[in-house]
């Protein structure tokens, strides 16, 4: 396990500045005029390619890690299992964001889905539920479940229970630095009350798109606060590659950007 602080890594530094920008965004933007703001949090706005562009790169860090195990002895099948499953679940959400490119094909939704998806989308996520959609009655619930306990109470509980993460790792998982979790929740509440806007959450779910990739990077890929063999080893190698992939993240805002200006963000 390497032992660098997370405060001084530039993956989880760039993280914390993407998010931190993009709230910033949304406050700086609020006002009478509200234009500005629906470009950020609208349909096929900012923030939604920002989803869509860290949920793809993280399924396939994740499918790369799945392959790499594949190819080890000793792999256990459960690790194996949870890494695929966890790679086609990344995608899944990255296509459901987009509505799997209906708008930017200008595809008309089936009949299925004109009558009973909330928003007469192609996706599964926003299917009525009783007096709301699936993700809001069903899907949000166990995210934040989810979120919690795996970003708050379970590295909490590691510092003194060494165990515990080592069950977590041979589960095929990992557990990302508590500091870094608690940025991000507070980085959350925060756009929940200071953002007045029907669309806010979205901040919250880019806020945790965005951290899940650094730490997804930080763990598999350079060893940080992990106790498996890392992908890249190494210090000189291991600081390199942590240096271009925070680059790589300020390069994902902006292709971002320019797909919310590009398709055109909407107010739906």
């Known amino acids: 396990m390497a032992n660098r602080k997370w ?24 006002g009478p005029d509200t234009k500005a703001l629906w470009r950020l949090l609208g349909e096929d706005g900012i923030v939604e ?12 860090l994740l499918g790369f890690v799945f392959v790499e195990r594949l190819k080890q002895p000793g792999t256990s099948k459960f690790e194996l299992l949870a890494l695929g499953g966890l790679t086609a679940l990344v995608a899944l959400a990255g296509f459901e964001e987009i509505s799997w ?3 930017v094909l200008g595809v008309s939704s089936p009949e299925f889905f004109l009558e009973n998806n909330r928003q007469a989308e192609t996706n599964l996520h926003n299917l009525a539920l009783g007096s709301g959609s699936l993700h809001k009655n069903v899907l949000l619930k166990l995210i934040v479940i989810a979120g919690l306990t795996h970003n708050l109470v379970l590295p909490f509980l590691a510092r ?8 977590v790792e041979k589960m095929g998982l990992y557990l990302p630095p508590l500091g870094a979790s608690v940025v991000y929740v507070v980085l959350v509440a925060l756009s929940h009350l200071l953002v007045d806007h029907p669309r806010k959450g979205e ?27 890392a992908l890249f080893e190494g210090g000189l190698a291991n600081r390199r590659v942590g240096v271009l992939f925070a680059m790589t993240m300020a390069f994902l805002l902006l292709i971002g950007w320019l797909l919310s200006a590009g398709v055109g963000a909407t107010g739906a």
């Open 160 to 167: 003194k229970r060494p165990g515990l993460q080592r069950w």
């Open 7 to 30: 405060q001084s890594h530039p993956v989880i530094l760039m993280a914390i500045a993407i998010n931190v920008f993009l709230l910033g965004l949304a406050l700086a933007w609020s």
């Open 101 to 103: 490119f209906q708008r």
């Open 203 to 229: 901040l919250g779910e880019t806020f945790g798109a965005v951290h899940y990739l650094a730490t997804v990077v930080y763990a598999y890929y350079l060893g940080f606060n992990y106790d498996k063999p």
């Open 49 to 60: 390619w920002m989803q869509f562009l860290c949920f793809m790169v993280i399924a396939a």
